[in-house]
C-alpha cells in the first residue's frame, strides 16, 4: 500500500482565460450524457456480487437512512469519456489529454519518467448528487476490470501483496464552471489521517493517485428535482441555458441550469519506471491469474488468523476479503 507515500499536487490554473471557455465549449458540444453504471464484464468468481461491493457496503452503512432508489438517485452521477488512448471522442479536448502540468505532475507523484495518459472523461454532478468515499479500481498485470471483479481488484491493492504486478495510475481531476459545492474529499494521509476537503474552483486542478487515497464528492447543493427525479438509463441533454434531462424514450423528466452542476473532466496515466516495465505490461510476460490470486490471499488470510478450514464459498470468500484489506475512513 502506497497511501503514506502519495500527495496531491494542486495545479492553480489549468489553463488561460480562452482555453478554460474552451472547456466548458466541449462541454457543451457534447453530448447526450450518460448515467455512470458499472456494466461488469463475467469475472468468473463471485459474479452474483455487485463490481463494488465495498463502495456499497460502506455506502450503505454511513447513509442507512436512505432508501435504496434514493440512494442510487443521488450517486448515479454523468459520465462520458472524451478521449481513450489516441482516440478522440469530444473535439477540442486535445490539449488537456496533452496537458504537460498534468505529465510533471504524475511523475512526482510516483516517481516514475514514463507517463501514458490513458483516457480522459467527464463528470457531472446534479445538485442533490454526491459520491460516497472510495478508491478506484486500480489494474495490474493480468489482472483488470475485463478480467477480475472490481471489489477484488481493490481489495488485492489495500492488501499490498500484488505490488509488483500492480500498474501505478495518476489521475488529474479538473474542474470548470461556476459551481462552487462538492468539494472533492481526500484522505491524503491515509484512512486514519485527516479529511482534506478540496473545493472546486474554476480552471483548478489536483492531480494524485486516486487507487491509494480514499476520496469522494460532498453533496453539491441547490435545487433538488432535477437529481431525485432521475431515473436508471437517464440521459442528459446540453442546452444553452437550460439542459434536459431524458428517459430512456426519449421524453422529458426535469431540466437543469448547467450554471448549478458539478462539472469535473479526469484524466488518468500509466506511470512507468521504464520501457522494460512498460514492455512486460504490453508482452503479457508477467500476468497475474486469478487461481494465484485466490491462493495468495487465502494463504494470507490463514497466516493472520482470519481463515481455519477450508476456504467459504465465493460470495463469502468475497465479504471476509473486503472487511480484511479493504477499510474505509471513518469519516
Ligand atoms: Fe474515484
Same mark, same amino acid.
Given at each position: 500500500m502506497t497511501t503514506e507515500a502519495a500527495t496531491i499536487v494542486a495545479i492553480d490554473r489549468v489553463f488561460d482565460e480562452t482555453g478554460a471557455a474552451a472547456m466548458l465549449a466541449v462541454r457543451d458540444a457534447f453530448g447526450p450524457y450518460g448515467m455512470y453504471s458499472n456494466e461488469g464484464h463475467a469475472t468468473g468468481y463471485a459474479d452474483e456480487l455487485p463490481q463494488r461491493i465495498d463502495a456499497v457496503r460502506n455506502h450503505l452503512r454511513r447513509r442507512g437512512d436512505l432508501s435504496v432508489r434514493e440512494a442510487a438517485a443521488r450517486t448515479n452521477y454523468l459520465r462520458e469519456t472524451y478521449a481513450y488512448g489516441d482516440t478522440i471522442a469530444a473535439p477540442g479536448i486535445e490539449p488537456f489529454l496533452r496537458h504537460d502540468g498534468f505529465v510533471e505532475a504524475a511523475q512526482r507523484i510516483h516517481g516514475r519518467p514514463i507517463v501514458e495518459p490513458a483516457i480522459v472523461f467527464a463528470n457531472l454532478y446534479l445538485p442533490g448528487q454526491e459520491l460516497a468515499v472510495h478508491t478506484d479500481v486500480p489494474e495490474f498485470r493480468g489482472a483488470n476490470r475485463t478480467t477480475t471483479s472490481q471489489w477484488l481488484l481493490v481489495a488485492m491493492h489495500h492488501s499490498g501483496l500484488f505490488e509488483r504486478w500492480h500498474m501505478p495510475i495518476a489521475t488529474a481531476i479538473a474542474f470548470f464552471g461556476p459551481g462552487e459545492s462538492g468539494a472533492l474529499i481526500t484522505y491524503p494521509n491515509g484512512r486514519d489521517g485527516r479529511r482534506v476537503d478540496i473545493e472546486p474552483t474554476h480552471n483548478t486542478a489536483v492531480v494524485l493517485d486516486t487507487d491509494s487515497v480514499f476520496h469522494g464528492v460532498d453533496l453539491v447543493s441547490g435545487n433538488e428535482d432535477a437529481a431525485l427525479a432521475a431515473r436508471p438509463g437517464m440521459k442528459v441533454r446540453p442546452g444553452a441555458d437550460r439542459w434536459t434531462l431524458l428517459d430512456t424514450e426519449g421524453d422529458e423528466l426535469a431540466v437543469v441550469d448547467p450554471n448549478s452542476m458539478r462539472f469535473s473532466v479526469s484524466w488518468k496515466a500509466y506511470c512507468f519506471a521504464d520501457g522494460a516495465e512498460r514492455d512486460t505490461w504490453r508482452s503479457h510476460a508477467d500476468d497475474l491469474r486469478l487461481e494465484f490470486i485466490l491462493d495468495?490471499?487465502?494463504?494470507?488470510?490463514? =497466516?493472520?488468523?482470519?481463515?481455519?478450514?477450508?476456504?467459504? =464459498?465465493?460470495?463469502?470468500?468475497?465479504?471476509?476479503i473486503i472487511d480484511t484489506y479493504t477499510r474505509f475512513p471513518d469519516e
Open positions: 495468495t490471499i487465502d494463504a494470507d488470510l490463514r =497466516a493472520r488468523g482470519v481463515l481455519d478450514g477450508p476456504r467459504p =464459498a465465493p460470495n463469502d470468500f468475497a465479504i471476509m
